[in-house]
């Protein structure tokens, strides 16, 4: 992984026009939360500074005017608009770019995305797990793309998924195959909600971690309680590394979870206590 | 009372060594670990212990046991201090009592390497650059993990191999 330049800021795509949905898809709701507030907060663990896509005519929207908004700034149509126009804001940051309506997106998806990222490409990002092809609309899009987009704009395309095809990415094996599925029609919608309602739905646990040492001073606390969904130690390490920006690598830790040493995939129990075992110096 | 044992004050070698005591013990050997003013080319002006105590000591434990089995000992312990640390003091000890001076020696070399290497405790220099970091963690942190042979041990060992009367 190449030393990231720049920072990351979180971008939503909440710009859409929910055409086959025929209400606004931000507003749709899971487990008492709208979209828009769902990946709003998703987003906010993973970055430090978060905004809203819209489009202008969107900016008086109260449901989206509470959060920062980034309005368009360039022509043209589709998620690409938004993409080119925060490249165009802040040209010294990269932007980890989600679209609103991923209902399965989760903090491990992200947090891998983020200790994946290659800031030497144009991009990071997931293949589909349907098709193997790059899905942009939850990746780091780099400072360099911006050129490059308006180029491929220019000349008459506006599809970002060919724009990463065609262009230097790193790509990711799919961490979960679902977690990018998005939500368009209706029936959609209720299938997405069926699943995140029912009891089979993606455990979230509320996991103690303690820190030690240089983990201690990274993290600035030498406690946390989280609700992750991780599902093992290897899952939830990839999350906080990416959160408190941790300079150890998993493969120099070692993991305790309950006061004694575990495995790197033990599953997880609500409540476990976790420890993560910078080199140790005794003596 | 585990066998592995964290003081926050300066380690009592008498009393630790009392408890190794035995009237089938010819010999017995210590190690002590001293706080050296240098390390890997720069000046230390002191140390900071860390330790995930409730780990260490079942650890620390597990290494005495092993001690035990592994060679005809009759007693160990080992004190490690946690906290801040000056130069030439004592940062952790290690006492064996046995029948006869070899295994004693050998055993007191087993626990302390294993110790070092197993034992969940981290220790933070402080250099006279005004610079700090945690050993095996930062400079190390691209390398790959320290090799078992230790080389930059800040001791000086200690045989009292007590001449065996028989």
Known sequence: MTKASFPVFGLILAGGTSSRMRRDKATLEYLGKSQLDRAFELMSRHVPKTFVSVRADQAADSRRAQRPLLLDSVGGGGPIVGIRSALAAYPEAAWLVIACDLPFLSDAVLAHLMSARDAAQMATAYRSARDGLPEPLCAIWEPAAAAALQVFQAGGRSCPRQFLIETRAKLLEPLDPRALDNINTPEEYVEALKSLESPSAPRRLQIKIQYYALLREQAGRSEESLDTAAPTPALLYAEIKARHGFSLGREQLKVAVNGEFSDWERTLAAGDSVVFIPPVAGG | ?166
């Open chain 2, 1 to 166: 009372m585990t066998r592995l044992r964290f003081v926050a004050a300066p380690i009592d070698t008498d009393t630790a060594r009392r408890e190794l005591q035995d009237a089938g013990a010819g010999g017995y050997v210590s190690f002590e670990g001293w706080v050296r003013d240098h390390n890997e080319g720069l000046a230390v002006t002191r140390l900071e212990y860390e330790a995930f105590v409730d780990l260490a000591v079942k650890e620390g434990e597990r290494i005495l046991d092993e001690a035990m089995r592994r060679f005809p000992i009759k007693h160990a312990l080992c004190m490690h201090r946690i906290g801040a640390l000056a130069i030439g003091e004592l940062a952790v000890w290690v006492g064996v009592s046995a029948a006869h001076r070899g295994e004693a020696f050998e055993a007191c070399r087993y626990i302390i390497d294993e110790v070092k290497h197993r034992v969940p405790i981290w220790k933070k220099e402080h250099y006279a650059n005004g610079d700090s970091g945690w050993v095996n963690c930062d400079r190390c942190a691209a390398a790959p993990r320290h090799s078992d042979h230790d080389d930059h041990e800040h001791a000086c060992a200690k045989g009292h191999a007590q001449t065996s009367h028989k």
